[in-house]
């Protein structure tokens, strides 16, 4: 089966590091990809990662173990605006393009 | 300016009647996917397409009916057989390609609820 894990809710203090964990049991594995999604609007591109480590952008960082399936969104400096669903989505093995997409991690950022 | 667009953005109708949602993108992708999102969940897809008259039915199919004639469109009727039609619905499109051409381009999303 194809299953991608993420915790439901996270809540973190403005100006803090938070770190959003996502496992993932695939039937074949190219990519991953974070997105990020406010209420009511649509996901937006975060990062891609393929090969193992850690890749840096700005305040958000993303890391990929392929040989533990699993992978983390690292946040820092954390903002209000930062308060937003954080998705994970695996690419499979066979190239159709599709996604599959965990349910989601709801981030609040509290002052 | 390229991009996905989705009308209307909010759509009420009535219990068995069916209700066509539009989904249009000038990014010149091949592929586009249509997608159902519950509060506090995850994406689902329903239905995608890589090529222009073909489509397959993705894990929650049952309900919805698609077409695709023309590259740039994507509609999906939701019918009156969906038994939980009111939901966030999402159509996104993608160069299908390997790697980060995998990515895809989200429209603005369409809120339906029927009642």
């Known amino acids: 089966g194809q299953n991608i894990d993420q915790p439901t809710e996270m809540t973190a203090t403005e100006g803090a590091i938070v770190q959003i964990n996502c496992t993932y049991q695939?039937?074949?594995?190219?990519?991953l990809f974070w997105y990020q999604q406010h209420a009511g609007e649509a996901p937006t591109f975060l990062s891609y990662?393929?090969?193992?480590g850690l890749e840096e952008k700005g305040r958000f960082s993303s890391f990929l173990s392929r040989s533990k399936g699993y992978s983390y969104l690292l946040l820092k400096e954390l903002q209000m605006k930062d308060s937003a669903s954080y998705l994970c989505a695996v690419t499979g093995s066979s190239n159709t393009g599709k996604l599959i997409f965990g349910q989601g991690t709801t981030l609040q950022v509290k002052p | 300016d390229g991009g996905i667009t989705q009308s209307p953005k909010y759509l009420f109708r009535k219990e068995g009647q069916n209700v066509t949602l539009s989904c249009e993108q000038n990014?010149?992708?091949?592929?586009m996917y249509w997608y159902r999102q519950d509060p506090g969940q995850g994406l689902r897809l329903i239905y995608y397409?890589?090529?222009?008259?073909?489509?397959q039915k993705g894990d929650i199919a049952e309900g919805y009916s698609v077409s695709r004639e023309k590259k740039e469109s994507f509609p999906l009727t939701v019918t009156s057989a969906q038994k939980n039609p009111t939901a966030f619905y999402l159509c996104a499109s993608s160069s299908w390609a390997s790697g980060r051409e995998n990515e895809q381009y989200f429209g603005p999303g369409t809120r339906l609820t029927v009642t």
């Open positions: 990014l010149n992708h091949d592929a």
């Open positions: 990662n393929v090969l193992d």
């Open positions: 695939t039937s074949g594995f190219n990519g």
């Open positions: 397409s890589q090529i222009v008259n073909d489509f």
